[in-house]
């Protein structure tokens, strides 16, 4: 969260194509809802369940959206819908992959 902050903070940020833009986002937001998984489920060994992709992906939106607003109030940057919703699906392709891998590993005894 705080290096998105950080990042967020920046007056000037390399000029992206706008969909590159959207990738970056969805990048971000994959790590950090992957760090949330882990945390929400207790480890890195942990079980992972759908209440915790669930609670991941609400949690990731909500800070996309926070991170937008917080955005508004730095100087040249502008605020994009489209950035929230790049921002959760980077989140739930990760909170869903590594539920998938749960599940895979429980199942095959890995």
């Known amino acids: 969260m705080a290096l998105i ?30 760090l949330l998984v882990r945390a929400l489920a207790g ?3 942990r079980r992972v369940t759908v209440a915790v992709v669930a609670t991941t992906i ?11 607003f917080h955005q508004s109030f ?5 605020v994009e819908a489209m950035d929230v919703v790049a921002d959760t699906v980077g989140a ?3 909170a869903i992959a590594l539920y998938a ?9 890995l």
């Open 5 to 34: 902050f950080g990042l967020s903070s920046l007056s000037r940020t390399p000029t992206f194509v706008s969909t590159v833009d959207k990738y970056m986002h969805a990048l971000l937001y994959a790590g950090f809802g992957a």
């Open 43 to 45: 480890g890195w060994h």
């Open 58 to 68: 609400l949690i990731a939106a909500v800070y996309g959206v926070s991170d937008e």
């Open 74 to 78: 730095v100087p040249h940057r502008s």
């Open 92 to 94: 739930s392709i990760a």
């Open 101 to 109: 891998w749960y599940i895979n590993r429980v199942r095959y005894d």
